[in-house]
């Protein structure tokens, strides 16, 4: 016999007497108590059969049934103690239900039914006993382990049923092979389980042909592949035990006895265990004297029970993979035995062996293989993604088809025949596709980990530098037809007359094929180099927000696809293409139509479109409001468009008698609120055209002028654009220099400095994960930013100070040693110097605010009352006003006399943005579409602004934060308005 790293030794056999019939016994599972009798769960004889240590049977009870005491296949079983005595659990797999019964064979209770509740089973086939009287239970049908107490209570539940073929739909392999979390993963008919000596739990997941090892609670340790897709004889396991030092034996179906060290995986025997496959005894296994492991075998078919020892032989623990690392030449498929099992074992080896001279060729052959291995597999995916799209595109079309001649009532049987076919080829493609590109990140991931720390070493550190320029080069070729396809994209999405949006859908799909695999050799470039750069590139982040675009959710045009279509479109500034791509979608189907109108009309107020174009938009599709949400979403877009007269017959229809019983009353609060002062401020109501002040409006109106003399001229309106991309700069904030240079904060969270002739220069860039809650001017070039979580987290993250001239960027987040608050921070920066921050101490209503020292050191809680949904923020001469939009209100809070009170706004209606000019003037806008509204000193409406009008744009004034420029003007304005429905900063002049 070969070596083994396991020895075993017969140390007893006997054979089984005395058993009633029926027979031959099918024996699936068996314990041995303290006085050495073996308990045998008789499957097929729907029994269990009690035997004493020398094999001869003691009793045997049950019978074919359902009532207590009975069994239909009868599967694991489990000794127990409960309350000081000895219980016997048995799995009740077809009645699905556990048995628990005294060491003489009476019943004692049972619990369970067929179902997938917290009290149901589905073939319950395994169970693992706890030190508290508690039980474990395997779920074959559920594909769960379930814990129930002493009493048979439900404690808790983890797995689910997913095959590997799921699994690799959901997981991400970039997450799985660099950093070692595989988010998703399931059970396909596990058949069994043991614990090991470490707690954790190790499973016979059948149907998926692995073993998978857990913690107690569910959470994924490893999984460990028995054979290779594509390549039968699968090998199927059916039983595992643990011995203890991480060593299990399994045994199944193509699968004999066999021995494997689950730390050292690359050891493993066979054939140490003569048994017929495929009728193998059961057994478990017992902790003896030592090392030693006692096996006890109970063979049904034969008629004979053995007891083995086992243990671990000396001096094989660090024996060598049983396979040799192949050499590049070698790897031909994919998958391969390498790529799917050896490549894993040896890497383990490697990485516990010392750097020895003899370890250091290994580690080169195995970089080289799995180079090699990566290379191939990412041709072959790559290869196949051209049919991919046209595969996608060709589902489209008969997509389109079938829906025009259903409309026609004609025949669509060849159409959906075809169709299917088409689906098919697309699975088995995808599927292909899959399985290529996950071997090509676990090849590089495992090239690199084995040079993970060569820089101790001169032969691997070259090693390293040679395989960054290897995926240094793929990843720039690939970034190259990246760029290509985005300009592709870029010109024909321009050309609306020519606009081919299946072309177009199709280049979208093949782009994100492209960013997946710049995602994962991005990954391995920083884990070789974590200072490595990579230059942004171009619609990648709105791209990214479809992510799955290659998995089988998302595989047509008409929904995603176009949706897609219109948000590049409008970064682009093509907003009739967006029109175009959402119309399109309209008109497909009348259960989303509304949808997709309304989508039309927030692209054209963006583009800046005229009232009359946005109200034609919202007259069509006043018919296809289907519910109560509908309503309110239309309603917000009368006001935006001031088209009171669409708004009166939709509040008329869809208004609930009684708004404060229904759940979407905060949403129609405001909003019929802003009807009627809309209705109210006619009067008062202008529209400025770039040039005219104030005054020219009201004498060409013929209006009542104000009681006070505030004068406004609408001076213009500019737009940003990124210097690398050209695409529109959303401001969300902004702060004025000197020289016509201005500070913006992009609504993505982004800060740039830019000019009056729209250039822009990038000085921080946002991520995903952050926005800028707050933006200050500490100095003429320096400028702090309050970083904060993208919600729901919305805590405290960082402070930094960005230098406009340098373009430097200091996180001063250490500096600060007293007390801020820790939720939805903002602040601002007081005449005298210091910092006003404003948030939450936690999640409950109430805000805190806290005057903090310019150096950080001290703070001083101040009590503008406990204030909620706070808007924006502003000072002026040490007066702090604070938007309220939940109040309807503005508050006023003196920091000279530490008191305040609430602006008698009575027109106020979700007041956002708030400046103030002077003592005598407050200015006002509005999150519902009123306008800017400006206040005398007395609290009383003087007029408000609905909108500005440049040439053919026309802008309505919502959530626009105000910012006055002190002691100079900016574009010739004092007074600055963000817009970031259209993307614009508005420019007035006050006096």
């Given at each position: 016999?070969?070596?083994?790293?396991?020895?075993?030794?017969?140390?007893?056999?006997?054979?089984?007497?005395?058993?009633?019939?029926?027979?031959?016994?099918?024996?699936?599972?068996?314990?041995?108590?303290?006085?050495?009798?073996?308990?045998?769960?008789?499957?097929?004889?729907?029994?269990?059969?009690?035997?004493?240590?020398?094999?001869?049977?003691?009793?045997?009870?049950?019978?074919?049934?359902?009532?207590?005491?009975?069994?239909?296949?009868?599967?694991?079983?489990?000794?127990?103690?409960?309350?000081?005595?000895?219980?016997?659990?048995?799995?009740?797999?077809?009645?699905?239900?556990?048995?628990?019964?005294?060491?003489?064979?009476?019943?004692?209770?049972?619990?369970?039914?067929?179902?997938?509740?917290?009290?149901?089973?589905?073939?319950?086939?395994?169970?693992?006993?706890?030190?508290?009287?508690?039980?474990?239970?395997?779920?074959?049908?559920?594909?769960?382990?379930?814990?129930?107490?002493?009493?048979?209570?439900?404690?808790?539940?983890?797995?689910?049923?997913?095959?590997?073929?799921?699994?690799?739909?959901?997981?991400?392999?970039?997450?799985?092979?660099?950093?070692?979390?595989?988010?998703?993963?399931?059970?396909?008919?596990?058949?069994?389980?043991?614990?090991?000596?470490?707690?954790?739990?190790?499973?016979?997941?059948?149907?998926?042909?692995?073993?998978?090892?857990?913690?107690?609670?569910?959470?994924?340790?490893?999984?460990?592949?028995?054979?290779?897709?594509?390549?039968?004889?699968?090998?199927?396991?059916?039983?595992?035990?643990?011995?203890?030092?991480?060593?299990?034996?399994?045994?199944?179906?193509?699968?004999?006895?066999?021995?494997?060290?689950?730390?050292?995986?690359?050891?493993?025997?066979?054939?140490?265990?003569?048994?017929?496959?495929?009728?193998?005894?059961?057994?478990?296994?017992?902790?003896?004297?030592?090392?030693?492991?006692?096996?006890?075998?109970?063979?049904?078919?034969?008629?004979?029970?053995?007891?083995?020892?086992?243990?671990?032989?000396?001096?094989?623990?660090?024996?060598?993979?049983?396979?040799?690392?192949?050499?590049?030449?070698?790897?031909?498929?994919?998958?391969?035995?390498?790529?799917?099992?050896?490549?894993?074992?040896?890497?383990?080896?490697?990485?516990?062996?010392?750097?020895?001279?003899?370890?250091?060729?290994?580690?080169?052959?195995?970089?080289?293989?799995?180079i090699h291995s990566a290379r191939l597999a990412m041709q072959k995916a790559m290869e196949?993604?051209?049919?991919?799209?046209?595969?996608?595109?060709?589902?489209?079309?008969?997509?389109?088809?079938?829906?025009?001649?259903?409309?026609?009532?004609?025949?669509?049987?060849?159409?959906?025949?075809?169709?299917?076919?088409?689906?098919?080829?697309?699975?088995?493609?995808?599927?292909?596709?899959?399985?290529?590109?996950?071997?090509?990140?676990?090849?590089?991931?495992?090239?690199?980990?084995?040079?993970?720390?060569?820089?101790?070493?001169?032969?691997?550190?070259?090693?390293?530098?040679?395989?960054?320029?290897?995926?240094?080069?793929?990843?720039?070729?690939?970034?190259?037809?990246?760029?290509?396809?985005?300009?592709?994209?870029?010109?024909?999405?321009?050309?609306?007359?020519?606009?081919?949006?299946?072309?177009?859908?199709?280049?979208?799909?093949?782009?994100?094929?492209?960013?997946?695999?710049?995602?994962?050799?991005?990954?391995?470039?920083?884990?070789?180099?974590?200072?490595?750069?990579?230059?942004?590139?171009?619609?990648?982040?709105?791209?990214?927000?479809?992510?799955?675009?290659?998995?089988?959710?998302?595989?047509?045009?008409?929904?995603?696809?176009?949706?897609?279509?219109?948000?590049?479109?409008?970064?682009?500034?093509?907003?009739?293409?967006?029109?175009?791509?959402?119309?399109?979608?309209?008109?497909?189907?009348?259960?989303?139509?509304?949808?997709?109108?309304?989508?039309?009309?927030?692209?054209?107020?963006?583009?800046?479109?005229?009232?009359?174009?946005?109200?034609?938009?919202?007259?069509?599709?006043?018919?296809?409001?289907?519910?109560?949400?509908?309503?309110?979403?239309?309603?917000?877009?009368?006001?935006?468009?001031?088209?009171?007269?669409?708004?009166?017959?939709?509040?008329?229809?869809?208004?609930?008698?009684?708004?404060?019983?229904?759940?979407?009353?905060?949403?129609?609060?405001?909003?019929?609120?802003?009807?009627?002062?809309?209705?109210?401020?006619?009067?008062?109501?202008?529209?400025?055209?770039?040039?005219?002040?104030?005054?020219?409006?009201?004498?060409?109106?013929?209006?009542?002028?104000?009681?006070?003399?505030?004068?406004?001229?609408?001076?213009?309106?500019?737009?940003?654009?990124?210097?690398?991309?050209?695409?529109?700069?959303?401001?969300?904030?902004?702060?004025?220099?000197?020289?016509?240079?201005?500070?913006?904060?992009?609504?993505?969270?982004?800060?740039?400095?830019?000019?009056?002739?729209?250039?822009?220069?990038?000085?921080?860039?946002?991520?995903?994960?952050?926005?800028?809650?707050?933006?200050?001017?500490?100095?003429?070039?320096?400028?702090?930013?309050?970083?904060?979580?993208?919600?729901?987290?919305?805590?405290?993250?960082?402070?930094?100070?960005?230098?406009?001239d340098s373009g430097s960027c200091d996180d001063i987040t250490s500096d600060i040693k007293?007390?801020?608050?820790?939720?939805?921070?903002?602040?601002?920066?007081?005449?005298?110097?210091?910092?006003?921050?404003?948030?939450?101490?936690?999640?409950?209503?109430?805000?805190?605010?806290?005057?903090?020292?310019?150096?950080?050191?001290?703070?001083?809680?101040?009590?503008?009352?406990?204030?909620?949904?706070?808007?924006?923020?502003?000072?002026?001469?040490?007066?702090?006003?604070?938007?309220?939009?939940?109040?309807?209100?503005?508050?006023?809070?003196?920091?000279?006399?530490?008191?305040g009170a609430f602006l008698g706004l009575k027109t106020a209606c979700r007041p956002v943005?708030?400046?103030?000019?002077?003592?005598?003037?407050?200015?006002?806008?509005?999150?519902?579409?009123?306008?800017?509204?400006?206040?005398?000193?007395?609290?009383?409406?003087?007029?408000?602004?609905?909108?500005?009008?440049?040439?053919?744009?026309?802008?309505?004034?919502?959530?626009?934060?105000?910012?006055?420029?002190?002691?100079?003007?900016?574009?010739?304005?004092?007074?600055?308005?963000?817009?970031?429905?259209?993307?614009?900063?508005?420019?007035?002049?006050?006096?």
């Amino acid at each position: 016999m070969e070596s083994s790293f396991i020895t075993v030794e017969l140390t007893a056999e006997f054979k089984i007497e005395n058993v009633p019939g029926p027979s031959p016994m099918t024996i699936h599972s068996v314990a041995q108590d303290v006085s050495g009798r073996i308990y045998c769960s008789d499957e097929f004889n729907h029994r269990i059969v009690v035997l004493d240590k020398a094999g001869k049977c003691v009793f045997a009870f049950g019978g074919k049934g359902n009532a207590p005491g009975e069994f239909w296949y009868p599967r694991g079983l489990a000794l127990v103690d409960i309350g000081g005595s000895t219980q016997l659990a048995v799995c009740d797999a077809w009645n699905h239900r556990v048995q628990r019964f005294d060491l003489e064979g009476n019943f004692i209770s049972a619990f369970g039914s067929i179902g997938d509740g917290e009290n149901n089973f589905n073939e319950p086939v395994a169970v693992i006993p706890g030190n508290d009287g508690s039980l474990q239970i395997l779920e074959k049908c559920n594909h769960r382990v379930k814990k129930h107490g002493p009493n048979g209570e439900y404690l808790g539940a983890f797995g689910e049923l997913m095959t590997r073929e799921t699994e690799a739909k959901l997981v991400n392999p970039t997450d799985t092979y660099f950093n070692g979390v595989q988010n998703s993963y399931g059970f396909n008919y596990p058949q069994a389980y043991a614990e090991m000596e470490d707690g954790s739990l190790i499973f016979a997941d059948t149907g998926n042909r692995r073993l998978c090892r857990t913690t107690a609670e569910g959470v994924l340790l490893d999984i460990y592949k028995l054979d290779v897709e594509g390549n039968p004889p699968y090998r199927y396991p059916t039983k595992v035990e643990a011995l203890g030092n991480g060593i299990i034996l399994i045994c199944g179906v193509n699968l004999p006895f066999t021995f494997l060290d689950l730390d050292r995986p690359w050891l493993e025997s066979q054939n140490l265990i003569e048994a017929d496959e495929n009728k193998p005894p059961a057994f478990s296994l017992q902790t003896g004297d030592g090392d030693v492991t006692r096996m006890l075998s109970v063979d049904g078919w034969s008629g004979a029970v053995k007891t083995y020892s086992i243990c671990r032989s000396a001096g094989l623990e660090e024996a060598l993979p049983s396979h040799e690392i192949p050499g590049a030449g070698d790897i031909e498929e994919i998958p391969c035995s390498w790529t799917e099992m050896e490549s894993d074992k040896w890497l383990l080896f490697i990485k516990r062996s010392p750097l020895s001279e003899k370890n250091i060729e290994f580690i080169r052959k195995y970089v080289d293989v799995n180079i090699h291995s990566a290379r191939l597999a990412m041709q072959k995916a790559m290869e196949i993604e051209p049919d991919l799209c046209k595969i996608i595109s060709g589902k489209s079309e008969y997509r389109e088809k079938i829906h025009a001649e259903t409309l026609k009532k004609s025949n669509i049987k060849p159409l959906t025949t075809a169709y299917n076919r088409l689906c098919l080829e697309y699975y088995q493609s995808r599927k292909k596709h899959r399985i290529y590109s996950a071997t090509s990140i676990s090849s590089i991931a495992g090239a690199i980990k084995a040079l993970d720390g060569a820089n101790k070493d001169r032969l691997l550190m070259s090693a390293r530098k040679e395989l960054w320029s290897l995926l240094q080069g793929e990843y720039l070729s690939i970034e190259d037809e990246y760029m290509e396809t985005i300009s592709w994209l870029k010109k024909h999405l321009k050309q609306l007359e020519t606009l081919n949006i299946v072309a177009v859908a199709n280049a979208l799909t093949a782009i994100f094929f492209l960013i997946y695999h710049l995602s994962y050799l991005r990954k391995a470039l920083l884990l070789l180099d974590e200072s490595a750069l990579f230059k942004t590139l171009e619609c990648e982040s709105e791209i990214r927000k479809f992510e799955r675009i290659g998995d089988d959710t998302i595989d047509y045009i008409p929904e995603t696809l176009l949706n897609l279509i219109s948000m590049i479109s409008v970064k682009w500034g093509y907003y009739e293409t967006a029109v175009t791509a959402y119309q399109y979608q309209a008109q497909r189907n009348d259960e989303t139509k509304f949808q997709y109108m309304i989508a039309v009309f927030d692209t054209l107020e963006l583009s800046g479109s005229g009232d009359e174009r946005l109200r034609e938009v919202l007259a069509s599709s006043r018919e296809y409001i289907k519910s109560e949400q509908d309503a309110i979403e239309y309603l917000d877009r009368c006001l935006r468009a001031a088209y009171i007269d669409g708004a009166k017959p939709v509040i008329k229809k869809h208004v609930p008698e009684n708004i404060e019983q229904t759940a979407l009353g905060e949403h129609w609060r405001p909003l019929i609120k802003a009807c009627g002062l809309i209705e109210e401020f006619k009067p008062l109501s202008l529209i400025l055209s770039v040039g005219s002040t104030v005054s020219d409006e009201i004498k060409k109106e013929s209006m009542e002028p104000p009681s006070a003399g505030m004068e406004i001229r609408y001076v213009t309106s500019l737009s940003f654009y990124h210097s690398e991309t050209g695409s529109p700069i959303v401001p969300a904030k902004v702060k004025a220099l000197n020289d016509n240079k201005i500070i913006v904060s992009e609504v993505g969270g982004s800060v740039y400095l830019c000019d009056i002739e729209g250039n822009s220069k990038l000085l921080w860039r946002s991520d995903a994960e952050v926005y800028i809650s707050g933006l200050e001017m500490i100095s003429q070039n320096q400028i702090m930013l309050l970083i904060v979580e993208q919600p729901p987290s919305v805590r405290f993250r960082k402070l930094v100070i960005l230098d406009s001239d340098s373009g430097s960027c200091d996180d001063i987040t250490s500096d600060i040693k007293c007390d801020i608050p820790e939720v939805h921070t903002r602040f601002i920066m007081t005449d005298a110097g210091k910092y006003l921050f404003c948030g939450f101490n936690s999640f409950e209503r109430g805000s805190n605010f806290q005057l903090v020292s310019e150096e950080f050191t001290k703070s001083e809680p101040l009590d503008p009352s406990a204030l909620a949904e706070i808007g924006d923020m502003t000072i002026h001469d040490d007066e702090l006003l604070i938007s309220l939009p939940s109040a309807n209100s503005v508050y006023s809070y003196s920091l000279d006399e530490n008191q305040g009170a609430f602006l008698g706004l009575k027109t106020a209606c979700r007041p956002v943005g708030v400046a103030r000019a002077n003592k005598d003037y407050c200015f006002v806008t509005s999150c519902v579409g009123i306008g800017l509204q400006v206040y005398d000193s007395q609290s009383q409406l003087l007029f408000h602004l609905a909108r500005l009008k440049n040439g053919e744009e026309s802008y309505i004034l919502r959530d626009a934060h105000l910012s006055f420029v002190s002691d100079m003007s900016f574009a010739g304005g004092d007074l600055l308005m963000t817009d970031h429905y259209s993307g614009r900063l508005h420019i007035l002049t006050t006096s």
